[in-house]
């Protein structure tokens, strides 16, 4: 299996950048989407293919990266951002990164 | 607007049988492959797997192979996800979900608990 890695968690002011990370075990060309998910709410899908933004996503929200290493980026970072950011391969059958958690200061 | 309702999530004991159902609207069902996720209590995420349009083909992640099965049935825009001999590592929310272009997930349901335990 491809193993993500993300770091756990996050924590950043309002209207400043945050850019979160997942590293891939293999190559996974560029085919790593994100998904932001709130306390209990199901997962919502927010950049396809490392880069491309998701339909009604704000541009804030903007995505990076091919091979093994990938970056979410907000900017800037509001109030509602607050929620775990999941990373998914699709390039090797599916799998998802264990999440990071981002928090407001 | 795309809506997946999920149902049928209970508590089952281990060796236990459950289906789950979806029921899609918003979209032409019969046009998308469709896949079943699930999140464990510790909040990792899982695909188990996937149905193409017309429900001929289906895979499987290796984890619940051979004793998860899923179907559909377009005329209800209806998903399915049998579960049978269930474990206790099974509990999870279970999530059905669009596929996209690329196999990323599109669009999810708010999900439907699943707890395995005697």
């Known amino acids: 299996d491809t193993v993500l890695t993300q770091s756990p968690a996050l924590a950043v002011s309002p209207g400043e950048r945050v850019s979160i990370s997942c590293r891939a075990s293999e190559g996974v060309n560029s085919y790593m989407h994100w998904y932001q998910q709130k306390p209990g709410q199901q997962p919502k899908l927010l950049i396809y293919k490392a880069s491309n933004l998701a339909s009604g996503v704000p541009a804030r929200f903007s995505g990076s990266g091919s091979g093994t290493d990938f970056t979410l980026t907000i900017d800037p970072v509001e109030a509602d951002d607050t929620a775990t950011y999941f990373c998914q391969q699709s390039w090797n059958d599916w799998t998802f990164g264990g999440g990071t958690k981002l928090e407001l200061k | 607007e795309v809506q997946l309702v999920e149902s049928g999530g209970s508590l089952v004991q281990p060796g236990g049988s459950l289906k789950l159902s979806c029921v899609a609207s918003?979209?032409?069902?019969?046009?998308?492959?469709m896949d079943w996720v699930r999140q464990t209590p510790g909040k990792s995420l899982e695909w188990i797997g996937e149905?193409?349009?017309?429900?001929?083909?289906?895979n499987y992640a290796p984890s619940i192979k051979d004793r998860f099965t899923i179907s559909r049935d377009n005329a209800k825009s209806t998903l399915y996800l049998q579960m049978s001999n269930v474990k206790s590592d099974d509990t999870a929310i279970y999530y059905c979900?669009?596929?996209?272009?690329?196999?990323?997930?599109?669009?999810w349901g708010p999900g439907t608990m699943v707890t395995v335990s005697s």
């Open positions: 149905i193409n349009t017309d429900g001929s083909k289906t």
């Open positions: 918003g979209f032409t069902f019969s046009n998308y492959w």
């Open positions: 979900t669009r596929a996209g272009t690329y196999w990323y997930f599109d669009f």
